[in-house]
């Protein structure tokens, strides 16, 4: 069964130490992998989009990677501003290998960002 | 351009009881996805639509729960005979093209005492 395994799930960090959270998946056929940023009582806000291996985007302080078995969202130089949960998910291939769009998210990675 | 609105924000009912969520969707957008969402998990898919068609049905959507999109505009989800079990966050997402990824709503948190 295709899953996606999220990690460490939570992450505590000082302003201005960068690191990276780890998002695992075993889908046969991958065709994307999303990073979504949520804030509490809010619904998660879209922020990649990756397809290939090798592929990298940036954004602000952000930047995601991914490989054939992961995808790793390295921060640089976070603000408290980034403290979130940050969910990763893949779409969810049907059984002929078209796609509806669904997709498996993972449990994500509440990181804090103390100033 | 308002983004997905979800209506009511919380909703709070005894077990037993039905309830019924709206989703305004970004007009443009042809897809029409419900998501659920517990504390400290990811959203599990519910539901999807490309205009007013229903394409997919998770197995988590039991007979008790039902969707629609008339005219491929708003969308509706109904839970009939509520119980605790489905105390969650029920977000509604559209999208154009899946590449360019969901916008969410804020969600509806629903409460069944």
């Known amino acids: 069964e295709d899953q996606v395994t999220q990690s460490p799930e939570a992450l505590r960090l000082q302003e201005g130490e960068s690191s990276s959270l780890n998002c695992s998946y075993t889908v046969s056929g991958l065709r994307g992998l999303f990073w979504y940023r949520q804030d509490p009582g809010k619904g998660p806000e879209f922020l990649f989009t990756l397809y290939s291996a090798g592929e990298e985007k940036e954004k602000e302080r952000l930047k995601a990677t991914l490989t054939k078995k992961e995808s790793f969202l390295h921060i640089t130089a976070p603000k408290p501003e980034d403290s979130a949960t940050y969910l990763c998910?893949?779409?969810?291939?049907?059984?002929?290998?078209?796609?509806?769009?669904?997709?498996?998210f993972g449990k994500g990675t509440k990181l804090s960002v103390k100033p | 351009d308002t983004g997905v609105s979800q209506d009511p924000r919380h909703k709070i009912t005894k077990r037993g009881q039905n309830v019924t969520f709206r989703c305004d969707p970004i007009s443009e957008h042809n897809r029409l996805y419900w998501y659920r969402q517990t504390l400290g998990q990811g959203p599990e898919f519910l539901t999807y639509?490309?205009?007013?068609?229903?394409?997919?049905k998770s197995r988590l959507l039991s007979d008790r729960f039902s969707a629609e999109r008339p005219k491929g505009s708003f969308s509706t989800l109904e839970i009939q005979r509520t119980e605790q079990g489905d105390s969650a966050m029920y977000l509604c997402?559209?999208?154009?093209?899946?590449?360019?990824?969901?916008?969410f709503g804020s969600g509806t948190r629903l409460t069944v005492v």
């Open positions: 998910a893949v779409q969810d291939p049907l059984p002929y290998g078209g796609s509806q769009g669904n997709l498996i």
């Open positions: 639509f490309q205009n007013e068609a229903q394409l997919e």
């Open positions: 997402a559209s999208s154009s093209e899946v590449y360019y990824g969901y916008t």
